[in-house]
C-alpha cells in the first residue's frame, strides 16, 4: 500500500441509494441523488475547482431524508440533508468556504 499522490482540498458524497418500495426508510436519496450528483459536478466545473474539489457518488450515509438527498463533506465533516439540485452552487461554495477556514 502506498499514499495516494493527489488528494482533494474538499471531497462531498452524495447519497445515490435506491431503497425498495416497502422499505420502511422510505428514503429519497433513490430519487433526487442522481441529479444533485450532476448538479455539484456542473457547479464544480462551472468554478473552475474540479481538480480540488471532489464529488463522489455513495451509498447511505446514515440519514434517510424523505425530500431530497444527503451530502456528507470531508476533511470537514458534518452533513446536509434534504439537498436538492437547485442548492448545490449554495452546498458547494459552504464547503469550499468551511474548508479554506479550517486551515
Known amino acids: 500500500m502506498k499514499p495516494?499522490?493527489?488528494?482533494?482540498?474538499?471531497?462531498?458524497?452524495?447519497?445515490?441509494?435506491a431503497r425498495a418500495a416497502d422499505d420502511p426508510l422510505q428514503s429519497a436519496c433513490g430519487s433526487h441523488g442522481a441529479s444533485v450528483f450532476a448538479a455539484l459536478r456542473a457547479e464544480a466545473s462551472r468554478l473552475g475547482v474540479v481538480g480540488a474539489v471532489w464529488i463522489t457518488r455513495t451509498a447511505c450515509l446514515g440519514h434517510c431524508p424523505r425530500e431530497g438527498c444527503s451530502v456528507a463533506v470531508y476533511p470537514r465533516g458534518g452533513q446536509w440533508t434534504d439537498v436538492r439540485e437547485e442548492d448545490a452552487p449554495r452546498l458547494l461554495r459552504e464547503a469550499i468556504a468551511s474548508n479554506t477556514a479550517a486551515r
Open 4 to 17: 495516494a499522490r493527489i488528494a482533494p482540498r474538499v471531497q462531498l458524497f452524495v447519497c445515490t441509494n
